[in-house]
């Protein structure tokens, strides 16, 4: 027999968790208890994308169509205990001055705190910094997010507020039984399971395609990009005060994590829905861009992981119900900035699934921007 919800939501990173918690929180405000079911494939939630973030908050990050999600999130963060000040500096050689008085421009017209550094304000925060480099913009709110406090705590908030959470959840069939969906999952060893609910929430990250599929929905061609990061020991170790250091053109940042280095080539390899894991070719490029930035030596290669950040075609998230399929709401496509947004995102999300009224931190957004409905 399967057990009955009012909504099914498949994937329990931090793009389930936090939308969980916040239907159940605006259900349980509106005088309602909605029966909440979050469904994990995996032994435990935040295995994949999220428990292998590098996560940063940072006011350029995603771009301007996600810069309103990520200032309506950034004072919740904050307020809550989960930034701790990191700083921002995207950095170019001589030939990339244009490009980054363009991206200043860019984002200081949208509201960003940005402005340009001279060579010496760049050594001052990059010790060893090549003389090669010479143009910077720099973005001093941009922090460190602890993201597997902020995953706890909408975990947390799941348990208390009733949320059922079922691992090792891994749906393989969906069907539409009436006014209802019917989830089936074979756990492996924890057997066979089933649920039935009124709505189904897709927030399977890099899997959000493939279960559209089995809910007969149309795939809204939401892409897995690998992502590599690496942690280095280096001599000198990074100061504390060193900040997140990004190339102009996007082909690497690195930033420092207790004495060590996390670093990666920023890249963006198309991947398919797995437990992906780094390339020793990545690996070995993002340390050959670091060399030509900064005269540290190398002493060893600690760590090394990958993650899958999954976009949808115009680089936007997508929030809302299927525009064919009933009962089917999208929470997916949020890319490497799904932990920067999630605050303002989930909550958004929520109100649109349970036709709530906006709050102070939601009424800034255009859901428009961000509806499925847009590649009709």
């Not at 480099?133 to 001093?140: G, H, K, R, S, Y």
Request: aromatic residues 8%; proline residues 7%; hydrophobic residues 45%.
């Amino acid at each position: 027999m399967a057990e009955t919800c009012d909504i099914a939501i498949v994937g329990a990173g931090i793009a389930g968790a936090s939308i969980a918690a916040e239907i159940a929180g605006i259900s349980s405000d509106l005088g309602q208890t909605a029966r909440i079911v979050l469904l994990e494939a995996e032994d435990a939630p935040g295995y994949h994308t999220t428990g292998r973030s590098a996560a940063f908050w940072e006011e350029s990050y995603g771009g301007p169509g996600v810069f309103p999600l990520t200032m309506a999130s950034g004072p919740w963060l904050a307020d809550n205990g989960f930034l701790s000040p990191r700083g921002a500096l995207n950095i170019g050689r001589a030939d990339d001055r244009a490009k980054v008085e363009a991206f200043v421009a860019r984002f200081a017209a949208v509201g960003a705190d940005i402005r340009l550094l001279s060579r010496a304000e760049m050594e001052a925060r990059v010790p060893g910094l090549r003389p090669e480099w010479t143009c910077a913009a720099w973005e001093p709110g941009c922090a460190d997010i602890d993201v597997a406090g902020l995953h706890q705590h909408y975990l947390a908030q799941c348990r208390r507020l009733g949320v059922t959470l079922q691992t090792r959840a891994r749906v393989t069939e969906t069907n539409r039984e009436g006014a209802m969906w019917r989830l089936g999952w074979n756990g492996g060893a924890a057997g066979e399971g089933a649920v039935r609910a009124a709505l189904l929430v897709n927030a399977a990250g890099a899997w959000a395609d493939p279960v559209a599929k089995l809910a007969g929905a149309r795939p809204l061609g939401i892409a897995p990009l690998r992502r590599t990061v690496v942690q280095l020991r280096c001599d000198p170790a990074p100061p504390s005060t060193l900040p997140l250091t990004l190339g102009i053109n996007e082909d690497f940042y690195f930033k420092p994590q207790g004495a060590r280095l996390w670093l990666s080539p920023h890249d963006e390899t198309p991947d398919v829905p797995r437990d992906a894991a780094p390339e020793e070719w990545d690996v070995a490029t993002a340390i050959a861009r670091m060399e030509q930035v900064v005269d540290w030596r190398i002493e060893a290669v600690e760590r090394r992981w990958a993650g899958l950040r999954s976009f949808a075609p115009d680089r936007l998230p997508v929030y809302g119900f299927d525009p064919d399929r009933e009962g089917l709401f999208w929470f997916a496509g949020q890319g490497g900035f799904g932990i920067q947004t999630a605050p303002a995102a989930a909550r958004l999300a929520a109100q649109l699934l349970l036709s709530a009224p906006r709050d102070a931190m939601t009424a800034p957004l255009d859901a428009a921007t961000y509806a499925p409905n847009r590649f009709v």
